[in-house]
C-alpha cells in the first residue's frame, strides 16, 4: 500500500500589525477631513501626510495612489450605507407592505446634511473619471462592488424593492442611479430638494413596492 502525503495546509493569511491598521485609519481620517473642505483635486498626498502625522512612506506602505485612498474612503461610506439600511429594514419589517417600500425607498435617496460633503467629493471623482480612462474603469469596479452589495441586501430584507421581472442586481442599479442623480440636483439644499425627494420617493416606491 502506498502511502500518500496529505495536501499541504495552507497557512492562514497573516493579519496585518496593528500599528499598520492604526496607521492607515489615521491617514484615511485625515484625507476624509482635507478632501472633504479642499476637494479632492486641492489636496496632495504631502497635505495628507502633514495632516496625519506620517511620511510619504508611510503612506505608500498602504495606499499606491490618492486615488486608490479616496475609493477606500467611498467604500467605508458605502459600507456604514448598507448598515444603516438593514437596521432600517429590521426596524420597518412591522409595516404593511406600501408603507414599508416607500420608507425605505426614502432613506435610500435622502440625503442628510452631513452626507452632503462627501456628495461634492464624489460628483468631483466622477467628473474627474469621466475624463481619464483609467480613473474610469476604477470607478466602474467601485459601481459594480456596490452594486452587488445593494442587490444581495435588496435580495435577503428587501425584496419588496425588486419588481416582478427584473432581478435584484437591475434594481439596485436603478436605485443608485437615481440617488446619484438626486444628490447632484439636491446637493444645494433647500425646499425645492425636498420636493424633488418626495417626487422621487413616490414614483420609485410605486414603481419598486
Not at 31 to 45: K, P, V
Not at 78 to 85: F, Y
Not at 165 to 182: D, K, T
Request: contains cysteine; proline residues 6%.
Amino acid at each position: 500500500m502506498i502511502a500518500v502525503n496529505p495536501s499541504p495546509v495552507e497557512p492562514p493569511t497573516p493579519r496585518p500589525p496593528r500599528r499598520r491598521v492604526h496607521t492607515r485609519a489615521r491617514i484615511l481620517s485625515a484625507a476624509g477631513e482635507l478632501f472633504l473642505s479642499a476637494g479632492y483635486a486641492r489636496t496632495s498626498i504631502e497635505d495628507i501626510c502633514a495632516a496625519a502625522g506620517y511620511t510619504r512612506g508611510a503612506f505608500y506602505s498602504n495606499f499606491a495612489t490618492k486615488e486608490d485612498l479616496l475609493l477606500a474612503l467611498f467604500d467605508e461610506q458605502a459600507a456604514e450605507r448598507m448598515t444603516e439600511l438593514e437596521h432600517l429594514a429590521a426596524a420597518a419589517e412591522q409595516l404593511g407592505p406600501e408603507e414599508r417600500a416607500r420608507r425605505l425607498v426614502e432613506a435610500l435617496l435622502r440625503v442628510e446634511a452631513a452626507e452632503t460633503g462627501w456628495i461634492l467629493l464624489f460628483l468631483e471623482f466622477r467628473l474627474l473619471a469621466a475624463r481619464t480612462s483609467e480613473l474610469a474603469k476604477r470607478v466602474a469596479v467601485h459601481d459594480r462592488t456596490v452594486t452587488a452589495a445593494l442587490a444581495a441586501l435588496l435580495e435577503r430584507v428587501l425584496p419588496e424593492l425588486v419588481p416582478p421581472g427584473a432581478s435584484a442586481e437591475q434594481a439596485a442599479e436603478v436605485i443608485l442611479a437615481a440617488r446619484e442623480g438626486l444628490l447632484a440636483r439636491t446637493a444645494a439644499g433647500g425646499p425645492t430638494s425636498e420636493q424633488l425627494l418626495n417626487a422621487a420617493t413616490a414614483v420609485l416606491a410605486g414603481l419598486l413596492g
